[in-house]
């Protein structure tokens, strides 16, 4: 059974749950689903990030402002620096730990005030397709006339990244069902099936909570 995830600290609150997108609508291809859908090595989660995390330590950094939307993690090959490929460090605020990371990270967030929710739990027939326990919940996101996406970390250097998976990386070339991530990204709806009970989105999944 996958677990909430929601890091708090004296700085702010970052709620992200494991999900599915559905890609063109409820029956069609999915994208992502890592723990949730046999055979996917790609991880998405949803994010309500309700806090910026500036604190008087940290007070020279840029810090992104609050911020809903979700995340694409790609799995990367061992390499290291001597070999000419770029690694991500990651950096632990809590405890100035600097770290590496396994992983492609690309962020996606919609624009605040300019997309329109709808929640409602899975139908229980649907279940089947997803592994896990968990009650499941449909997440529909659309982005209303001239809104725009903002992307992070799409040219964020990494170490050599998995060769069946360094395909998403590239514009034009389709990673499911005739869709690049570029399409994949752009797409005016989103449908994401999450790993959590209707209740606990519900509750999570609310610009109003996010700081001013």
């Given amino acids: ?8 600290t004296e700085h702010g609150v970052n709620f992200t749950k494991p999900c599915v997108m559905l890609v063109d609508g409820l029956d069609d291809a999915m994208f992502g689903g ?5 055979g996917s090595d790609i991880s998405l989660n949803i994010v309500s990030h309700k806090k910026d995390d500036t604190s008087p330590s940290m007070s020279e950094c840029a810090t992104p402002p609050p911020w809903m939307g979700f995340s694409i993690s790609l799995p990367a090959n061992e390499s290291n620096d001597k070999y000419g490929v770029g690694v991500v460090y990651h950096v632990h605020m809590e405890t100035g730990e600097i ?18 929710s709808s929640i409602r739990p899975l139908d229980s027939a649907a279940h089947g397709q997803f592994t896990g326990e968990e009650d499941m919940t449909v997440v529909e996101v659309c982005l209303e006339d001239g809104a725009d996406v903002e992307v992070a970390g799409w040219s964020r ?7 069946s998976r360094e395909r998403s990386l590239k514009p034009m070339d389709p990673i499911v069902n005739g869709k690049t991530l570029i399409d994949i990204i752009n797409q005016r709806k989103f449908t994401f099936i999450v790993s959590a009970p209707e209740k606990v989105i519900a509750a999570e999944w609310d610009e109003a909570k996010l700081q001013s």
Wanted: net charge positive.
């Fill in 34 to 38: 890592k723990g949730l859908v046999a």
């Fill in 99 to 116: 770290t590496t990371s396994d992983e492609h990270i690309i962020e996606v967030k919609f624009p605040r005030a300019q997309i329109v």
């Fill in 1 to 8: 059974m996958s677990q909430s995830t929601e890091k708090v």
């Fill in 157 to 163: 250097p990494v170490r050599n990244i998995s060769p």
